[in-house]
């Protein structure tokens, strides 16, 4: 949890609430409640915020707050083309001391989501569950490929779905080919990896099964911040609500994924998540099954 | 239909048939024939390759031999990502003269596909014909942008599907995004626009609907050259095998296309092209279904 800066080609905002956990809450929250959060802000994290979570059904137990320290704040500016970004700012604050405590009341969680940290923390929180979770989804970054690899290695093996973009999923395997490097990955423990592309989609990678979800060709993206957070707390919350852990399942959970993610991109920061129903995201979801439904005959 | 000189990061190759028309014919052949070639080639072109496509029902009586020139070429070699490619020589050779004429017996065809030419020498097919087709598709690329673009919008309000890929789509509406730009592209005239994004597949738009159809994920792309083509034929072909020019027939249509588009980069030029059969296609678009099938409960 934490505060960004962001500037994109349609405007920019100085200060607005951000970080993966706000992110995966606000996505998760519309199909499963109880979300148990884990995080650490500071002093200046708005009171109106933390309540908009938890009218939402997020618990704040794991929340610490630092009474003499700022949240972190992140800074960045998007690019004509919004797949690239520049960071301008990254400003540790709390975040520098970030010893996470898994509450007693969490005990006994069924699906765990972590966000993207160091892997040394995503390990803590992992090892301080007495019981496992039935599933371990982990985010990560390149950054940690390229100053932690072996520790970052060692939690993959602990989890059960590895979500990456297409560039990190290159250098954590060193196969240019996404099928090869999908390959090598699911070699390193997790029996499901997802390869996030962006505006192009993302896989699902299985075994042998390949599975494909597109990102909603949209008029306008407007903000991409937080797109790959909602996206894996959509993920994590229709499988917590479904509590169907298989391919299949997943199938649909990478659709609604990419649906929460299709509108996280059409306001600043979560602005976007905090408004809408579930008349809004079923709507969303039909424009996906318009959007690859075809009628097969064989030749 | 020309000779092309082709590196890839997997080899190369120093002279093998190409060209438009050559992969059309094949991807198309699959599903319908006559398929009616119009085309120009030099005293080089050999024998064996002509016959090898009329022994797939490729009718030739509209491809012109010029005894004394050469064949059109074109060498190229692409970057390791294999998205990006450098032109190392263009001959025009017999191309520089091209004034295609349609036989006689072409006369009535119902499927017209204009391969990627000047805007001049597609429009000239299209004003011979004395029964309009009942689906003109034209492919085009940026190099008539920048030399042509008055020509090439005059052709463009002539037909019913047109086909380019994203870069190209930015450059002719001048809109960076790609709803955007296929509004302003589904204004110039044409009914149905296909805008492919090479591995990451292609979307089709018409009216206010779009359909996405992904790329298969390769775990080797062997050699790319061709594949829009084959797309193009494949699409067309089904089109032509099943009469039926609706939106929901073209969603087929394009998964289709990038079945065989599948096939193409999996060897050197036309070579895959040259060896499937039936229940290669068949079984390639069953994985299509897979690919991108799921059950969706809404939330």
Request: some cysteine; glycine content about 8%; hydrophobic content about 45%.
């Amino acid at each position: 949890m934490a505060f960004d800066a962001i500037e994109t080609p349609f405007g920019k905002v100085d200060k607005i609430i951000g970080g993966s956990a706000t992110y995966v809450a606000y996505a998760a929250s519309n199909f499963v409640t109880p979300v148990q959060q884990i995080s650490i802000v500071g002093y200046d994290f708005p009171k109106e915020e933390m309540d908009s979570l938890k009218k939402r059904g997020i618990e704040m137990d794991g929340v610490e707050v630092v009474p003499d320290k700022k949240s972190f704040f992140w800074s960045g500016k998007y690019h004509i083309d919004m797949n690239t970004r520049d960071t301008l700012v990254t400003d540790l604050n709390v975040l520098a001391d970030f010893n996470p405590v898994v509450p007693d009341s969490y005990q006994g969680a069924d699906f765990l989501m972590l966000g993207n940290l160091s892997p040394n923390i995503q390990l803590s929180v992992i090892d301080q569950l007495k019981k496992r979770p039935k599933l371990i989804v982990m985010d990560t970054m390149n950054f940690w490929m390229d100053i932690a690899m072996d520790d970052l290695k060692a939690v993959i093996k602990k989890v059960d779905v590895l979500l990456v973009n297409d560039g990190e999923a290159r250098q954590l395997s060193g196969e240019v080919s996404l099928v090869k490097a999908a390959k090598a990955i699911l070699d390193m423990g997790p029996k499901f990896l997802i390869i996030k592309k962006g505006e192009h989609g993302a896989l699902l990678f299985h075994e042998n099964h390949v599975f494909f979800a597109p990102a909603l060709p949209l008029e306008e993206v407007f903000d991409p911040t937080g797109a790959g957070d909602t996206f894996a707390g959509g993920f994590i919350g229709y499988l917590a609500k479904t509590k169907d852990i298989s391919f299949d399942n997943m199938k649909t959970a990478i659709i609604v994924g990419s649906a929460m993610a299709s509108f996280c991109v059409e306001k600043f920061g979560p602005n976007r998540l905090k408004e809408i129903s579930k008349s809004d995201i079923d709507a969303r979801l039909e424009e996906f099954v318009e959007l690859v439904n075809f009628d097969i005959d064989l030749v």
